[in-house]
């Protein structure tokens, strides 16, 4: 795999132009179920979902990296930070696409989308859907405790949850939705880091944020597509 926060220290301009190299082999990578899965997500994603997910998993293993997670453990992020998002799959259009606030019974149930990723990824059987579960059931919580859908904090919350929570929120600061406007790579910084109301520097990981604040001029070279990983 190539050494992506090696080359960020060194501040190698040829890095920006360089993918991370995925060995598809059946040793690494139980290709059939996860690339079907992978591909039938893609299909059915609008093309905004679908640049979204992308950049996460970009994001997340820039990170998993930073961390010096193995190499067995990136490779499960990188596919499961892909899948975060599949229980919305379940959730109504209308309420995905509501260009205003929720109310209480349509906030019940988005959030249930963290329930229904976990449930259809844990219904594969397939030990390398294991960890996107996890990601999936728990990305929003907090490690403040003031996530969902369990309220869990801290360590409770698995690593690979805490890595995607970070760069989920920054790709939805950045990204124009129904119901905000786009922020710049600036204001979306910081607001993870000092806060900003909504968002808050205590829910996140302060290792995993410590991570996140080394690369974020990466994170913003991905979010403009100067980056491919």
């Not at 501040?11 to 690339?35: L, P």
């Not at 109301?197 to 604040?213: I, K, N, R």
Request: aromatic residues 10%; contains cysteine; negative net charge.
């Amino acid at each position: 795999m190539l050494n992506i926060s090696h080359e960020i220290g060194l501040g190698s301009a040829a890095a920006m132009n360089r993918f991370i190299r995925r060995e598809k082999s059946t040793d690494s990578f139980q290709s059939h179920d996860v690339e079907a899965l992978l591909s039938r997500v893609t299909a059915i994603s609008d093309e905004v979902t679908a640049h979204h997910l992308m950049r996460v998993r970009k994001y997340a293993i820039l990170i998993a990296e930073q961390l010096g997670l193995g190499e067995d453990m990136q490779t499960q992020i990188y596919f499961a930070s892909q899948l975060h998002d599949i229980g919305k799959m379940a959730i109504p259009q209308e309420i995905l696409q509501k260009p205003g606030s929720f109310t209480r019974t349509e906030k019940v149930i988005m959030n249930k989308h963290t329930l229904l990723g976990g449930e259809m990824l844990r219904d594969y059987h397939c030990p390398y859907l294991e960890v996107a579960a996890e990601v999936a059931l728990y990305h929003h919580e907090r490690w403040d405790g003031t996530g969902y859908p369990y309220g869990l904090s801290g360590e409770a919350i698995p690593l690979s949850a805490r890595i995607v929570t970070v760069c989920d929120v920054y790709d939805a600061l950045r990204s124009r939705r129904p119901y905000k406007d786009c922020y710049s790579h600036d204001v979306a910084l910081t607001a993870i880091c000092d806060g900003d109301g909504w968002t808050l520097p205590e829910h996140f990981d302060p290792q995993v944020l410590a991570a996140f604040v080394k690369l974020n001029r990466w994170f913003d070279e991905i979010y403009t597509g100067g980056l491919e990983v």
